[in-house]
């Protein structure tokens, strides 16, 4: 979720695990006692998944698109990128779904110059489902579909961003690549030279260091794409060209869904992430999302082979019974709920306001407000494959409960006359309505005088992310899902002033934070080649950060996921944010 330059972590994958997984599913019998609960961690099943069976799939609404490039982060394309839309690389499975994995590719990729260039090469065998081969061309073609602003609306835009592009300002002056994708005959040649083919291997030239681009190669945006599967039909954005273990049976239906079965172009020894072990898999899609929980209570026929990303109400925990409790899951989304203080705010720009707020703030009246659980003192260092999101400690100074009188202390050893005017906006809810009254509460008892305004959802960010908003208001509502697990796919989107604020307004930084520490620390991760210490990199820009009283962190959010008694091998994936369809099995 962001509009600038971000960063992550890199690992490669062996011959070894290409040939674990590509056995993993067999077509061998299993005995009946191989049928282990399922808990709320990774599955408990035992035993070897077998091949076979049909995986139901209950979906809320309606899928958008199935076309990688139109696909943003989320529970749709983690789907399409295990069932059939391959990358140069992909998140591992089991301890490893947090490392980025090769998987079109032979490796995750090889960094020259600074990591300003990258090479993959093609694993020999690739295929589309039509038997032909994923070339080069088919990256490269898939990469160029992202520049054209005519027709993409949606996904990720990383590549316009980072390609090493000539670049022109448009007449809303804002800065944009020259080059404007497929049909763009006059600038083909600048983007010829920032992706480039030879033979099997593509090269990428950026703009400058970024050590983390394997990550970022793996979302869906840089998905290869079959030039001839570029359509005007009504129903393009819904044909599948897939290139990996399953492809489209029939059409998709529009509200109402349709059926993945086996690719048999698909070689499993080239694909070294995905068991495919159901032989077809039938999405429901249109439903309500009660219609959804209440088929997984019931399991009427198929219903006991289902999966879904519906939230289930948190209540389900409390209720008897080791059948249902099985079958229940409680993962981290990957969310995380913060305030952004605003820098620019006379009131804010006090540190001792600062300090006292952040002490006074009770994050776990806020979690159980907003209906859920979650790590109720969460920093952006969750996100690195190396931190548990349990072993968090709060921030300096900072209890999950809050200490309001210890801040009004604060307040009054500094002088700071009170109450503090405070103004206060978020994104207006039923929930987040009770959870910003709590959250007044505990700042009204250390000596603010809060001010709250709730705006509509869908005006929000509209609304925060306007010029008049730094005069307007003292303190944001913000939430974050990064796009790769790392505080580099964060902090740099949020609080690094230089690729965000501008005269036409804060960007996603809408605290107007703008710190030359901080700054100096993203800049030192993005030359900082090894993985680990990078990671230390970016846990130091956190702690400085917070220090500097940018952001309040509130909670680390989990979801409630009930699946059917007959899912076996069950995972949620911590990248992801659901059910991996890479080692689910229902025999």
Known sequence: MVRGLTRSLAAAVGAAILAATAAACTGSSEPASTQAALGSAPSASTGQPQRGGALQVLVAGTIATWDPQLMYVGPEAFFAQRTFARGLTAYGTGDHQRDVQADLATTTGTPSDGARTWSFTLRPGVTWQDGSPITCDDVRHGVARTFDRRTHIGGTNYASFLLDIPTQVTPEGLEKPVYSGPGDTAHQADFERAVSCKGSTITFRLRDS???????????????????????????????????????????????????????????????????????????????????????????????????????????????????????????????????????????????????????????????????????????????????????????????????????????????????????????????DKAYAALAAGWERAGFQVDLTGVPAEKYYETIEKPSSVSSFDVFRGVWTPDWPSAGGVLPALFDSRINIDSTGPGQDVGYFNSSAVNALIDKADVTPDARARAKVWEQADRTLRDEGGYIALSATKALYLHGSGVRFYEDHAVGGIVDLATVAVR
């Open 210 to 432: 970024e050590p983390d681009f394997p990550h970022i190669v793996a979302l869906p945006e840089f998905a290869p794409r079959k030039a001839s599967s570029d359509t005007k039909s009504d129903k393009a954005s819904y044909a599948v060209m897939s290139s990996g273990p399953y492809r489209l049976k029939g059409p998709w239906v529009v509200g109402q869904g349709g059926t993945f079965v086996r690719n048999e172009h698909w070689d499993p020894r080239t694909d070294p992430i995905r068991r495919a072990c159901p032989d077809e898999i039938q999405v429901t899609s249109g439903l309500g999302e009660q219609t959804v929980i209440q088929r997984l209570l019931n399991q009427q026929d198929d219903d006991a082979y289902a999966v879904s990303w519906v939230q289930a109400s948190p209540t389900l925990r409390n209720q008897a019974g080791t059948g249902l409790q099985a079958r229940l899951t409680f993962p981290y989304t990957g969310n995380v709920d913060y305030l952004a203080l605003n820098m620019r705010s006379k009131v804010i720009s006090d540190p001792a306001v600062r300090k006292a707020l952040a002490l006074s703030t009770n994050r776990a009246t806020y979690v159980t407000a907003t209906g859920g659980e979650g790590a109720g003192t969460p920093t952006w260092s969750i996100l690195s494959p190396t931190v548990d999101p349990e072993s968090v400690n709060p921030p300096p100074g900072a209890g999950v409960e809050g200490d309001p009188e210890g801040a009004r202390r604060v307040l009054q050893q500094a002088g700071v006359k009170l109450p503090v005017p405070l103004r206060v906006v978020y994104a207006r809810s039923v929930l987040g």
